[in-house]
């Protein structure tokens, strides 16, 4: 009996290490810089796709600007989150 719920609450135990590892793949993942370019790739392509469509000229050099406002963002949003929590937490 002892010996039985022993092995369930280790079972328990096994499947909660394995949700913080999923949980903790994740925010890894969110926070990535393998994340963030993938996205300022996308970014970039679309815009460039849509600016080409329009008969933008130069549409190559003007699809860099959402895809650079996109990196400078997710790089400067840390600093501010940061300094948010400090001012909150006062």
């Known amino acids: ?3 039985e719920r022993l092995e369930k609450l280790e079972a328990e135990v096994q499947i909660l290490k394995a949700r913080n590892a999923r949980v ?3 925010k890894a993942w969110e926070t990535s810089y393998t994340r963030t370019f993938s996205i300022a790739f996308v ?3 679309v815009a460039a796709f849509v600016l080409y469509s329009i008969g ?4 190559f ?10 990196i400078l963002s997710t790089q400067s949003l840390p600093v501010i989150r940061r300094w948010w929590i400090k001012k909150f937490l006062r």
């Open 1 to 3: 009996m002892e010996s």
């Open 24 to 26: 903790e793949a994740e």
């Open 61 to 70: 050099l003007g699809a860099l600007v959402p895809a650079v406002g996109y």
């Open 56 to 59: 933008v000229g130069n549409f």
């Open 43 to 45: 970014t970039y392509i």
